[in-house]
């Protein structure tokens, strides 16, 4: 059975930092694009971060480049979005994607997300 565990959000003062971890399991993590997006009440889920199945890429938001910083570890199966000089703005749940297309079959998987919340 597929699993994506988020963990580690909570409420942070303006300029502080949180790492949030998503634990895999049920799936061959290592052949899958990792990713981490977010929504904020009334938006749309947009895209925070993204690391490739080698770990040797990574991407960011533009909103965020610069003071997130995503990572996976592949021998206990986990991917970190290390989160610095929060902003109000990135209040939002944050959700955890797993990724993979091989030949014409796509892979998606979602975890339930986990709740930050920016505020002094």
């Known amino acids: 059975q597929v699993q994506l565990v988020e963990s580690g959000g909570g409420l942070v003062q303006p300029g502080g930092s949180l790492r949030l971890s998503c634990a895999a399991s049920g799936f061959t993590f290592s052949s899958y694009i990792m990713s981490w997006y977010r929504q904020a009440p009334g938006k749309e889920r947009e895209f925070v971060a993204t690391?490739?199945?080698?770990?040797?890429?990574?991407n960011y938001a533009d909103s965020v480049k610069g003071r997130f910083t995503i990572s996976r570890d592949a021998v206990r199966n986990l991917v970190y979005l290390q989160m610095n000089s929060l902003k109000p703005e990135d209040t939002a749940v944050y959700y955890c994607n797993a990724y993979r297309q091989l030949l014409l079959r796509k892979n998606d998987y979602w975890g339930q997300g986990t709740q930050v919340t920016v505020s002094s």
């Open positions: 690391i490739s199945s080698n770990g040797a890429e990574t």
